[in-house]
């Protein structure tokens, strides 16, 4: 590994890259390739020794028998499919009304002068209240408790009701992110927009909330996968969705399969989600900082 | 390495720097002295910035070789860590921690880095920031200063280290004027103490008195170098006379 002798100044500009800069090139990509395939290596003996040591423990068979049971796998796996569906559509409704009453809630809070104080105070209490709240107990007061009330109009159906918990509590933690997002924005952005006559209302919506929305996509996206797989807890509430289905096949053939199968279901459901939530972020920083080596 | 004077501290051959298909640096020749004080001229978008930070390897060069002190930085089998360790870096917009007052600032990398004792790493550093008139700020945090003050103990920061060589990326740009004598006055002590420094800057006045060498920068290529009496008063290249008469026009020369 000789390293080419150059002398410089060298060349005009359309002119290749010097020898020596062709040996720094080379280099690097020697060196890209032994790492990448130093991962490969060392990916492959991990995945081995913890295969082995899994496949080799004492009871692996009676785990592999009621776990990877592939028969049941295939029985399960169109009503699992089906409650999937069901899953995916209260996500959807329950992201949307999340979003809408988070950033409601969020932009309440942020209201100044005595006049706002008991809707900043109720606001606060909301986000207080419904964060503490674990999510289960939530379910069942609100999937339990609210029919139980037996007022009219009320809808008694275990979807709408496990949707609201949902959307309880996870606007509450939607609100503070937000919050945290129009927070960040610096003071001097409102004083830019306010002394160019802009009223309060217009400032936030004009300039504060792009700002802080574009700053809180990151976590609001991880907030997103975490709620994509909280929406198989209204299957407590007795919702046919996926979790409920794999339970009612697990409880017909005694084989724990269905559930492995709507797990990863769940999984693979998330692994978009995650993707996009990376490359936005990635593509920000990009945006917004000067390139450099470190 | 033996530090004669007269050594060359840094040399660049033939640098070159490609942002995408822009090429910012086509071929940049440069040579520094041991006790020299080197300021870099030219246009916005020249490549001073550029060639500042492919010394600092914070970009990687596309062709070329930098040495410091005859050693190639721009081997790729170098460890980039120690040879920033022997090069400080002052920034245009200070850079300070805003997190940690003046004094952790200060001394942060020496702690880290060189290993130094808390307690002599405070001493050193409150005796810098004593020779630059801030000692009485050392448990004040970055936001509280002004401009000046904070280009003041940026350089400290930079000079905590003991670096070799001195970079200055047009660190009077984001001063008002009379803040821009403090920070100057200072560059010229560093000067004065023997500090190798290679600095790019708007300030031609200071770059007359102090530098001893001026190197014109224009479109990625050193068009003109030499004395300050020369490339200042009395330049060969048009681009060079052009560039300084714009700079007169706006009434900074």
Known sequence: ?294 | MPERPGDIVLSCEGVVKRFGDQTVLRSVDLQVAEHQVVTLIGASGSGKSSLLRCINLLETVDDGVIRLDGEDITDPRIDADTVRRRIGVVFQAYNLFPHMSVLDNVTLAPRLVGKVAREQAEDRARTLLERVGLADKAQEYPDRLSGGQQQRVAIVRALANEPRLLLLDEVTSALDPELVGEVLSLVRELKEQGMTIVMATHEMSFARQAADRVVFLDAGVVLEEGPPEQVLADPVQPRTRQFLARILEAGRL
């Open chain 1, 1 to 294: 590994m000789t390293v080419p002798a150059e002398t410089f100044p060298v060349l005009p500009d359309d002119a290749g890259p010097s020898d020596l800069q062709r040996w720094r090139d080379d280099y690097r990509r020697r060196r890209t390739r032994r790492s990448t395939s130093l991962a490969g290596v060392s990916t492959a003996v991990f995945l081995v020794v913890f295969g082995v040591a899994i496949v080799r423990s004492p009871g692996w068979p009676r785990v592999r028998e009621s776990f990877l049971d592939l028969e049941v796998a295939q029985d399960s796996l169109p009503a699992i499919l089906d409650g999937l569906w069901l899953n995916l559509r209260v996500l959807m409704v329950s992201a949307v009304l999340i979003v809408i009453v988070g950033l409601g809630i969020a932009a309440l809070r942020t209201l100044r002068g005595p006049l706002w104080f008991p809707v900043r105070a109720l606001c606060a209490a909301y986000t207080d209240f419904f964060r503490g709240m674990p999510l289960i107990i939530l379910l069942y007061l609100v999937g339990f408790g609210v029919p139980g009330l037996r007022l009219q109009g009320v809808p008694t159906s275990p979807v709408v009701l496990g949707t609201l918990a949902l959307v309880l509590t996870y606007s509450a933690y939607v609100a503070e992110v937000f919050r945290a997002g129009i927070e960040s924005v610096h003071p001097s952005q409102r004083a830019a927009a306010r002394s160019l006559g802009l009223s309060y209302g217009q400032t936030m919506r004009r300039v504060v909330l792009p700002q802080a929305v574009r700053r809180v996509t990151p976590p609001l996206l991880n907030d997103f996968v975490a709620l994509q797989k909280d929406v198989g807890l209204i299957s407590v509430l007795g919702a046919y969705d996926a979790v409920r289905q794999a339970q009612i096949h697990a409880d017909d053939t005694f084989n724990y399969t269905p559930y492995l199968v709507a797990g990863l279901l769940f999984v693979l459901l998330a692994i978009p989600t995650i993707r996009v939530a990376d490359w936005y972020s990635l593509r920000a920083v990009r945006r917004q900082q000067a390139a450099g080596a470190l």
